[in-house]
């Protein structure tokens, strides 16, 4: 394999002058200068997939908003991560996620450590601008520790990722499509009979939702260990 | 049936081995099994999914998200007539056609009802017992219009 020359780039962000490694993304780019940009499905240290697409910016010459995450960064780029047209863009998107499932945050275990929620908030997103869609799926909750609820799910594919890229189990993926995708163990059996999930719980940790959680705590006791994953990558030297 | 003495895994472990136990070529594989089968049970799609050494999951999503793919036939029976080669010659056609009328559907289609789907599938590799009808995941050999007719009346009685 030829390895591509990482060079330095710079450009623009928010006006202000930035430099970055050819190979890093805008976002990464933005992190490390303190600038914010709302993610979702981004979690450092996994792949990116760009499948939310919270993170939108404006890029100058381009019509159409790019996801910061997946987007690498190029000479003399202008990037403004933050104007009417993108803040309307992610109202909408969060929206989208809330209507697509059935967020009740009142009866979910989640309530107060959800990453969806803490966006409606940050945003923020006052009032839902699309109607419910009031999807049923079923629970399963035959493993011992955890539980998986579709119901919440916002298909991130963060415990997909985790499953496969820092497990090595891919216990999980996505089956089916558009509306009807759902998160799904080995060949959609029960989450018990899986052969290939080793019970480790990254999953659980990473869901930014209450689509994943562990049995038998209350709300209160919810402790989502995002970051272990970050740091179990680090210390992995990746 | 058990899957070492089911011909039509020797059928999809040709193809399988001519592509060259290639993970890329998953949706071809599941292609040549529907031919096989006349849709993708379980079984098969956990067969495909450890001669490609890939993750049962991602097997399932590949095959759930086209909807050309068929998990299982929409009926609480179904029978799969063989159309390849040596089961046409011996009438597997005429057969196709007497069930297709017999029941008022189209090959791929179920009863209203649900008692019963009528698939097609080429050639499940059992040859030599031309023509050959699958009811419920059991071969029946030597089929004629009659006995046809009698397995599948058999079976959703
Ligand atoms: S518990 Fe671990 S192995 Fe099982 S699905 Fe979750 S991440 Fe994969
Ligand atoms: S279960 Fe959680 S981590 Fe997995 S896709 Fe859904 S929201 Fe994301
Ligand atoms: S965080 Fe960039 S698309 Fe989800
Ligand atoms: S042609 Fe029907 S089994 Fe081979």
């Known amino acids: 394999m030829i390895r591509e020359k990482v060079r330095v780039k710079s450009f ?3 006006d202000i002058c930035v430099t970055g490694q050819s190979n890093q993304s805008i976002l990464e780019v933005a992190r490390d200068n303190n600038i914010e940009i709302p993610t979702m499905c981004y979690l450092e240290g996994l792949s990116c997939v760009g499948s939310c697409r919270m993170c939108i910016v404006e890029i100058q010459g381009s019509h159409e908003p790019t996801p910061a995450c997946t987007a690498k960064i190029k000479e003399g780029m202008e990037v403004t991560t933050s104007s009417p ?20 945050c009142s009866t979910c275990v989640a309530n107060g ?31 011992k520790n955890f539980v998986n609820d579709p119901n919440r799910c916002i ?14 189990a891919h216990a999980l993926d996505l089956a089916g499509r558009g509306l009807n995708m759902r998160i799904i163990h080995d060949m959609d ?34 402790i989502k260990k995002r970051e272990i994953i970050t740091e179990l990558i680090k210390n992995r030297g990746k | 049936m058990s899957i070492s003495t089911d011909d039509r895994y020797n059928t999809l ?86 069930i ?13 009802d649900e008692a019963l789907s009528v698939l097609t599938a080429r050639c499940f590799g059992s040859c ?19 006995s046809s007719t009698r397995e599948i009346e058999e079976m959703i009685k």
């Open chain 2, 100 to 112: 297709e009328r017999r029941y008022g559907i189209k090959a791929g289609e179920t009863t209203s």
């Open chain 2, 13 to 98: 472990e040709k193809s399988i081995k001519k592509l060259g136990y290639d993970k890329s070529s998953l949706i071809e594989i599941l292609h040549s099994a529907q031919e096989t089968f006349g849709y993708l049970g379980i079984d098969t799609l956990k067969f495909i999914a450890s001669r490609l050494k890939l993750p049962y999951s991602k097997v399932y999503g590949v095959a759930t998200f086209y909807n050309y793919f068929r998990l299982k036939p929409k009926g609480k029976h179904n029978v799969v007539v063989c159309l390849g080669t040596a089961c046409y010659i011996k009438g597997s056609n005429k057969i196709l056609e007497n």
């Open chain 1, 12 to 14: 623009k962000i928010n």
């Open chain 1, 155 to 168: 298909l991130c594919t963060r415990c997909i990722r985790v499953c496969d890229e820092i497990e090595g």
């Open chain 2, 128 to 146: 030599s017992l031309a023509p050959v009808i699958v009811c419920d995941d059991v071969i029946k050999p030597k089929i004629t219009l009659e």
């Open chain 1, 189 to 222: 059996e029960p989450w018990a009979d899986s052969q290939s999930c080793t019970s480790c719980g990254k999953c659980v940790y990473v869901c930014p939702t209450g689509a994943l959680y562990e049995k038998d705590i209350s709300e209160e006791e919810v």
């Open chain 1, 113 to 143: 450590d959800c990453e969806l929620q803490n966006k409606s908030v940050e945003l923020p997103l006052e009032h839902s601008q699309v109607p419910y869609l009031n999807q049923r799926f079923e629970i399963d909750a035959s493993h």
């Open chain 1, 85 to 104: 047209q993108i803040e309307a863009a992610r109202k909408m998107i969060l929206s989208m996620m809330f209507s697509e499932r059935s967020h009740t």
